[in-house]
């Protein structure tokens, strides 16, 4: 039998999730929440079921097997907590919050309920990421360097602070897990940020037009971290991670090495968006959660990285401990 599931949130990010999932034989799309009520009714017409513009009515109308949580950072809370409540499983864009006062209690909740969670951070699922990762098991690393340049969002939203949580919250915080993810566990973190240009090209801009963090890893590593979203057109996504005679580098689609041999370079072949999306049907069809490499509680501490990033250069630079925001 196909897992049953209703979406909240049917805008841009959703449409990619909307069309895998209609794919996979094993799920069966049936609800559509969204603030604009025009925007889900046009997903119910594509992929069949009901619309709605509250996604309590949606929830109490319809008989769902999981969710699929593609909101805004500052519009999640109660609906994971009503999630919860009714026992839904939960595929969830990231971030998970916009800071850890919103994220802490659904993590709460979640773990209270036991429920099945998976978050979409798809780099996690890329098979390029997931060879690095074992190039990288034996290595004793030193240094991480990650970027992610790019120009300013056209959602209004994304560019303040109190909605989006800035752009390491939002948006590097994709290079942030895959250094978790690589790398190990950030323990502490330093940061700096500027603001002098993008608040005079849109007046409701409060976050950092450039920002950068320096991290402790558990395991002794240092790395860096920067963004900026002052690029005109798309600039660069990328995590480098060093050890001795031997450095990877992932750049888009591609992973490239070097070591005593050589240089290497391998294409990306298994698609994460379209693992996490499998994952989640997978994980709630047959309760095996095996092939879920991001949950909830996981999110929550990459989010808890950039939060203190946030921190950090709010406080001139002081060193942040990652787990002090976890408490």
């Known amino acids: 039998m196909a897992v049953r599931l209703g979406f909240i949130g049917t805008g841009g990010v959703a449409q990619g999730h909307l069309q895998r999932l209609n794919e996979n034989d094993d799920a069966e799309l049936v609800a559509y929440c969204d603030v604009e009520l025009e925007r889900a009714q ?3 017409d594509v992929y069949g079921g009901h619309a709605y513009d509250s996604f309590r009515q949606m929830l109490d109308a319809e008989r769902l097997d999981g969710l699929v949580i593609c909101v805004p950072p500052f519009a999640h809370g109660d609906i994971e907590q009503e999630a919860c409540q009714r026992g839904l499983p939960m595929l969830i864009e990231k971030p998970v919050a916009v800071d850890m006062e919103m994220a802490l209690p659904i993590l709460e909740a979640v773990e209270d309920s036991g429920v099945i969670t998976v978050v979409a951070y798809k780099y996690r699922w890329d ?3 997931i060879k690095a990762k074992h190039m990288l098991a034996d290595q004793t690393i030193g240094l991480v360097f990650g970027n992610f340049w790019d120009g300013t969002p056209g959602v209004s ?3 303040v602070m109190d909605q989006s949580g800035g752009q390491m919250v939002e948006q590097t915080t994709h290079i942030v897990d895959m250094a978790r993810y ?3 566990e950030i323990t502490e973190v330093q940061a700096f940020g500027t603001q002098q240009v993008m608040d005079e090209v849109y007046p409701d801009f409060d976050i950092w037009d450039a920002a950068t963090a320096n991290l402790q890893f558990a395991n002794g590593a240092v790395g860096t971290i920067s963004n900026t979203c002052m690029v005109h057109t798309w600039g660069e996504s990328s995590l480098r991670v060093m050890a ?3 450095t990877v580098r992932i ?4 992973l490239t090495w070097t070591d005593k041999e050589g240089e290497g370079e391998y294409l990306k072949e298994v698609d994460g968006y379209q693992g996490e999306d499998d994952a989640f049907v997978a994980a709630v069809k047959t309760g095996d959660r095996s092939l879920i490499h991001s949950d909830y509680a996981d999110a929550v501490r990459t ?6 990033t946030n921190e950090s250069v709010q406080t001139g630079g002081q060193v942040i401990s990652v787990d002090s925001l976890l408490e």
Request: include cysteine; hydrophobic fraction near 50%.
């Open 42 to 44: 046009k997903a119910a």
């Open 127 to 129: 098979d390029h990421v």
């Open 157 to 159: 939203w994304w560019r």
């Open 182 to 184: 690589l790398c190990g």
């Open 244 to 246: 001795h005679d031997f």
């Open 251 to 254: 750049l888009g689609n591609s």
């Open 303 to 308: 989010l808890a990285v950039t939060v203190a």
